[in-house]
């Protein structure tokens, strides 16, 4: 099978992405232990594939990040496309990814800031100045800003009166903020909770922790009296009338009750976009937990107002399931056979719809009617857990063919050629 979401190029035996002259530093796993695990110094490693286009976009701003580094942060990049057992062992879900070895080589940070060099260079500099405060206090590093380190903490990002503005106030993101003290008891009985909710709410909600005994100005702009103190601030533009006070319980499953209730306030609801190319379907599904797929009748079999029938009844539905955070694509019967091919869809004729995982390379077919109850039942069992499942073959998806966009009109039947047979002598025998 080749690839769904556009990932078609794949390189067999493919080479480093940086040069032997760069100062991006090649790992792989001949060298990983002894380069960064046993080593002092702090590390920022990319885990990329030399195929991946935004792996290709960083690269110059990783390379000036190396370089704005050297001496004071390692910078490496793994190739986890042909070193899979590294990737496998830190968990990379997708390229590229960035992580930060400091305190605890074993269980790295992962970098969620912006991808460009000051932001790395930033987050790494954060993280030696916390390093050498932990060291001063004779406690070992920890990055879970909320007071304990747990499994889940690498997706809690530690915020600072520097950073506070562009990651938070800037970014179009939901932040739910933790303002801490790191002697508070209540902190530290948060910690694990809010590290949890921040692993269940990645890609939707972004939860950070500020240690406000450090960071007073920020502390000090939202009236910050007691510890722990939680701050909503809601996706956009985020003025003082946008931030709100946490009102939510402290256990992971309250906060993250919370955090989707607010967000489905402030989501919009999905576009069902047709796939055409793959940067459409890279567009809608990339990064989704789930991508529902539908193949729309044929333009002729099912005119305009046919058609807009059927979209219009995924867009309730996309309405419906927002929260959820899925991406929806459609295509014409035909369009794009790989993909028909590989979720079985068709073999009852059209529309259909499959529902795909693609990140566990599962997909479960709608068997019912295409209709907007017999779709949300389906969906419905689906987010229950309920329903069959398969497996797509091999561990590529399928090739993408770039199409025209519908118009949106009606479509005529191609016109035959009048044929003149005025000259034909019917009587004539062919002559061998």
Wanted: hydrophobic share 35%; net charge negative.
């Amino acid at each position: 099978m080749k690839e769904l979401l556009g990932l078609i190029i794949l390189i067999t035996g493919a080479h480093s992405l940086y040069s032997s002259n760069s100062d991006v530093i090649d790992l792989k796993p001949s060298n990983f232990d002894s380069l960064v695990i046993q080593s002092d110094h702090i590390w920022i490693v990319e885990f990329y594939a030399p195929w991946c286009g935004h792996c290709q976009s960083l690269k110059p701003e990783y390379e000036k990040a190396a370089t704005a580094l050297k001496g004071i942060v390692k910078v490496g990049g793994v190739n986890a496309d042909e070193h899979k057992s590294l990737g496998g062992k830190y968990e990379v879900r997708g390229f590229p990814t960035l992580k930060i070895f400091g305190g605890n080589k074993n269980k790295p940070d992962d970098y969620n800031g912006a991808r460009t060099a000051s932001g790395i260079v930033e987050a790494a500099l954060n993280a030696v100045s916390q390093k050498a405060r932990s060291a001063l206090s004779g406690k070992k590093s920890s990055s879970n800003g909320s007071g304990s380190k747990t499994k889940d903490s690498n997706s809690v990002i530690e915020l600072t009166d520097e950073n506070f503005d562009k990651l938070v106030l800037d970014s179009e993101d939901m932040w739910l903020v933790e303002f801490y003290a790191p002697w508070c008891g209540h902190c530290k009985n948060l910690a694990p909770h809010w590290a949890t909710a921040a692993s269940e709410l990645k890609g939707k909600v972004k939860l950070g922790a500020l240690d406000a005994t450090v960071n007073t100005i920020k502390a000090s702009q939202y009236e910050v009296r007691g510890y722990p103190t939680i701050k909503y601030f809601a996706p956009g533009k985020k003025d003082s009338d946008s931030v709100q006070e946490f009102d939510g319980g402290r256990t992971s499953s309250d906060i993250v009750n919370w955090a989707l209730d607010k967000l489905s306030e402030n989501v919009a609801p999905p576009e069902i976009l047709q796939i055409v190319n793959e940067k459409a379907l890279r567009q809608a599904c990339e990064d989704k937990p789930i991508c529902v797929v539908s193949v729309l009748p044929h333009i002729l079999d099912c005119q305009s107002d046919c058609r807009n029938q059927y979209l219009d009844t995924l867009n309730k539905l996309g309405e419906k399931y927002k929260k959820k955070m899925w991406g929806w694509v459609w295509s014409e019967a035909g369009a794009q056979p790989n993909v028909e091919e590989a979720l079985e869809i068709g073999g009852f004729g059209y529309p259909a719809l499959a529902a795909v995982n693609i990140k566990k390379m599962k997909y479960s077919l709608l068997k019912g009617s295409f209709s907007y109850d017999g779709i949300n039942e389906f969906l419905r069992d689906l987010s229950y857990g309920r329903g069959g499942t398969a497996s797509l073959k091999g561990t590529e998806l399928p090739q993408i063919v770039e199409t025209e966009p519908w118009d949106g009109k009606d479509a005529e039947p191609p016109q035959e050629e009048d044929i003149d047979l005025s000259d034909v002598d019917l009587d004539e025998k062919d002559e061998l």
